[in-house]
Each structure stands twice: as structure tokens, then as C-alpha cells.
Nanobody
């Protein structure tokens, strides 16, 4: 079993930055891909970014490409999402997930509880 806990969310003005963290416990995540997803009010949960187990490959949704950076520190069992140039449309609950990878949430078997990100205009 893997437990995932996100942190780092909050309220920020448009153009600002936030760094989300996701700490895993219970089992090492060094051999799994890690993804970030988000769900805005009234919308379905959508893919944001992923990083492979080694950290050598990352993939982003078009909506965040060039603004967000995903990384991981396997020694700390932690994954990060650096979010820059935030827009009001980035407002959502952000979730980290562990699984086999890809942009389909069904490929991820472990999920955190989410952290709220609110971007004001």
C-alpha cells in the first residue's frame, strides 16, 4: 500500500507561483510513475503532468506546458509540481497519484487526498 499526501496549495494572485509536494509513505515509489491531476468545480478530473520512475521523462498537458514543472526525489519519496505564471483557470483541487504512467487516471492505483489551489484575478 502507498499513502500519498499533498501539500503546498493555497491562494495566489494571477501570475504568481506555487510549489506542490506529494510525500509517499508505506512503500517506496521509486519504481512507479507519478502523475498530477486536477479537478475544478463542476468539471471532471484532468491530467496535468507525469514523471517516470527515474525522473528522466516528463509529460504535460498542453494547458500547463511551459508553466509547470514536475520533478521527483526518490530518496525523499517525494514528487513536486512547480507552478509558475498561474492563471485563474488553474484553480482546482490538485491530486498526486502513483501508477504505471500515462495521462489516463485509470492507470494510477494510489491517490492523495488533494490540495486546493486558488488563483485570483
Amino acid at each position: 500500500q502507498v499513502q500519498l499526501v499533498e501539500s503546498g496549495g493555497g491562494l495566489v494572485q494571477a501570475g504568481g507561483s506555487l510549489r506542490l509536494s506529494c510525500v509517499a509513505s508505506g512503500r517506496t515509489i521509486s519504481s512507479t510513475a507519478m502523475g498530477w491531476f486536477r479537478q475544478a468545480p463542476g468539471k471532471e478530473r484532468e491530467f496535468v503532468a507525469l514523471v517516470t520512475w527515474s525522473g528522466s521523462y516528463t509529460y504535460y498537458a498542453d494547458s500547463v506546458k511551459g508553466r509547470f514543472t514536475v520533478s521527483r526525489d526518490n530518496a525523499k519519496n517525494t514528487v513536486y509540481l512547480q507552478m509558475n505564471s498561474l492563471k485563474p483557470s488553474d484553480t482546482a483541487v490538485y491530486y498526486c497519484a502513483a501508477g504505471v504512467g500515462g495521462d489516463n487516471q485509470r492507470a494510477y492505483g494510489y491517490w492523495g487526498q488533494g490540495t486546493q489551489v486558488t488563483v485570483s484575478s
